[in-house]
């Protein structure tokens, strides 16, 4: 390639977008991943490839699904604009750029058209966001009901295809240590010795997860010992080099995306084999307790889709960082097999309430009174349907406020799980189209930020397949502009 014009730091989902963008109006793209090929695809290699975006229902959605002949059989409700935004302002507590919400939430149907007709493959996403009835049909919930077809490592590897197609040049192992700034405007990029120059800097290169000593100045202390789930290259080093020319910090740098996430398995973190299926999110279907066999959430408070990425915070809380998942016999049957029957994980389980919890050497009296008083306490009146918010309340403390069903047929199983880290909500400042500004809110000239290392739209919670969704919209934005 001749010099870039546009060069993209990141090669996650966002990076490839904006990449993909630029390239389609002409421009010579340069995109340059840290990792070598072998880890590269950044967090977004590690995700289900679930996407949140708005749609009239099952219909509206056809034009992007691969076919399926579950189709015939499936209920997927309308998810309006609205709701989408509802739900984000819901989930974070009002605490969102709304400019950036309502920009995400509008372009997320055309993005999702848009990557579709670049290649990208789309289906239902019937093993995680759907039940099955009794008569054979499903119903889904939950907000996002669509993923590419072979999650992380699929979306991933079509990008890739595209941006060859497109004539995108890819770099590996080519870590960028610095911006380069002529006159006030960035003009390209340092790797190295050597110095990159071209007319616009995307940078896509995440969060600061991976870095320990980061999370424990932003985060808090004890954040240094969560795991982390998606790439280990995710540092900071960019967003740090652009707050070094004068931009300012954006969102929420206090709180991030963090999950209940397996404590048992030896390799843990970063495992680019399982990916998210070290996840554990079965919880609204039964108990989470502590090492004193103490309840300490309210596992029904919601769709797992809007508290699994904050409950990652309050498992890290609890003595030694871990807590315990627990089913009887029903609930586990109702468990996703993706999850709950990966290679390597083994359940504890045990014929009595008091044999699980002297297995998991946890407090027994403690255990045993709470699961007495959290089976003395359900809603009986109302049935039990995971697929709706059904209110069939525990009325204990914490309340369990759907879904609460007594602990009592055997045998008994518990997971042991503690934090998973995926991503920090809080990054560099950005507007609509990614581009990054300094203290005085004016743009930089020629440095756009998308992805993880824009932030400004989460902050203390999320919903799930909205941070795939926010790195297409905005990539493809800055990608339209750079």
Known sequence: MSDPEVIVVGGGNAGYCAAHAAAERGRRVLLLE??????????????????????????????????????????????????????????????????????????????????????????LMY?????????????????????????????????????????????????????????????????????????????????FEANAEWRQRHLGDGWQYAKVRGTPYNTGDLIQAALEIGADRGGDWST????????????????????????????????????????????????????????GKVILEQPGSVAFQVFDA???????????????????????????????????DGFVRTVKEFNSSIDTTRPLDPAVKDGRLAAVEPVKSNWAAAIDKSPYYAYPVTCGISFTFGGLRGDVDGRVLDRSGEPIPGLFACGETLGGLFSGNYPTGAGLIAGSVIGRRAGALA
């Open 34 to 123: 840290k990792a070598p090929k072998t880890d590269a695809g950044g967090n977004s290699y590690y995700t289900l490839g679930s996407t949140r975006m708005v749609h009239a229902g099952l219909a509206d959605l056809l034009e992007v699904l691969e076919p399926d002949q579950r189709h015939a059989r499936t209920e997927v409700p309308p998810y309006p604009e609205a709701e989408f935004l509802a739900d984000l302002e819901r989930v974070t507590e009002g605490r969102g750029d709304k400019e950036l919400a309502e920009a995400v939430v509008e372009g997320s149907r055309d993005a999702v058209r848009w990557l579709h007709g670049l290649g990208m493959r789309f289906e």
């Open 127 to 207: 093993e995680r966001q759907a039940h099955e009835q009794p008569d054979g049909t499903f119903e889904f919930w939950g907000g996002s009901h669509v993923r590419n077809v072979g999650g992380g490592p699929g979306l991933m590897a079509v990008h890739e295809q595209v941006a060859a197609r497109l004539g995108v040049e890819v770099r590996y192992d080519c870590a960028v240590t610095g911006l380069i700034i002529d006159a006030g405007e960035v003009v390209g990029v340092r790797v190295g010795e050597d110095e990159l120059r071209a007319e616009s800097v995307v940078i896509a290169s995440g969060g």
């Open 256 to 311: 991030c995306h963090s999950v209940p996430w397996d404590a048992s398995f030896p390799g843990n973190e970063s495992n680019r084999a399982l990916t998210n299926r070290l996840s554990r999110y079965g919880y609204p279907l039964g108990i989470v307790v502590n090492r004193h066999g103490q309840r300490f959430l309210d596992e029904g408070a919601d769709f797992r889709n809007y508290t699994y990425a904050k409950y």
């Open 330 to 364: 029903n609930a586990r049957a109702m468990l996703a097999a993706y999850e709950y029957e990966m290679p390597g994980i083994v359940p504890v389980v045990a014929d009595s309430v008091e044999g699980l919890a002297a297995a998991l050497e946890i407090d027994v």
